[in-house]
């Protein structure tokens, strides 16, 4: 069997910025009660003409040109969205056109905030059985078109934007090591897009009700979230063998510097061990965890050698972690 590992990474982000300074035009919010409940201060947002594809296909394009590979040699494309450009087909069938990858298989998974972690646990498996070989992971997401404008609970939290990881056999280096992949449906409704599906399908009510926005509940996402987050990096220890103190770096999926440092404090962890890009994108969902990747590797924050862990929660309630041996 071979180890899959990451060959390259790439990401993407509209240009169009939207401050919390601007929000506070929108709704009876404010800078200061967004950052210190948060820690985010702006995030990205679609402009006219740009979608979901047009972004995962930005972010797959950055990580080929990282490879240096021609999107022939492509075998599969797996999308991690719940922002979709549309719900038949799937956006990852887009993609493969966009990049020309004509060989490649293409597939959407819907695990929320956790699709990323899912994701890559598909592409190992993949390798692992020779299934395919070279694999574009790409987490895509806008979630500023499934955003209730109007709901100061919500629309404070979210942003757009993609990520992308090149998986493919391992050459020695950057293989990605244990998954644990784990979900609780009792929490199905605390955190939905309760219309346009087949329970709620679309009408003048669904809309006027605001069904086709995201719902949350989120007092209790805070509290899922600190004790997953505290429960997969215990996991990720366990399974290396070693104490939570002496894992290297996290990734987590960005949604709050109050889940982090509450997370640390329970499991004696230093904060700097966490890469946050939060305060730039806010919570972009499936895109988060490979968003952040990138840009923690550009910055120099994860070393050779270093074990990584990638945490994911959310919508489902989803949750689980990768591992990689930088
Ligand atoms: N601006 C000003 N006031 C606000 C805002 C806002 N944007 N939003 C809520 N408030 C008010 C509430 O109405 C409430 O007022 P009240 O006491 O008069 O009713 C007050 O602030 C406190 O509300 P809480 O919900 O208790 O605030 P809390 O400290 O829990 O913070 C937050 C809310 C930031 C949403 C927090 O619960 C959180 O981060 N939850 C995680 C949810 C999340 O990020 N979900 C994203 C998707 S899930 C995922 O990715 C894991």
Redesign the pocket.
Known sequence: MSKAAVISTGKYVPEKILTNED?EKM????DE??TT??GIKERRIVSDGETNSTLACNAARDALSEAGMDPRDIDMIIVATFTPDRYLAATACKVQDMLGAVNSGAVDLAA??TGYVYGLSMAAGYVATGIAENILVIGSEVLSRFTNWKD???????GDGAGAMLIGPSQGKHELEDFVLKSDGSGWEL?SIPGGGSENPPSLESVSTDLHA?H?N??E??K??VSKLEWLIREAARLQGVEPTEIDKVVP?Q??Y??VKSACARLGMEPERFFLNLEKYG?T?GA?IPLAFDEALDAGFIEDGDIVVLPG???GLTYGMASVRW
Not at 27 to 30: A, G, H, I, L, Y
Not at 152 to 158: A, Q, Y
């Open positions: 929000l709704v009876d919010t404010s009660w967004i409940r948060t929320a905030c100061r609970n919500t629309c404070v939290l979210f955190l995201i949350m989120g007092r996402i805070f899922f979230a999926h949604v709050n109050r889940i919570n969902s988060s929660f959310g919508g």
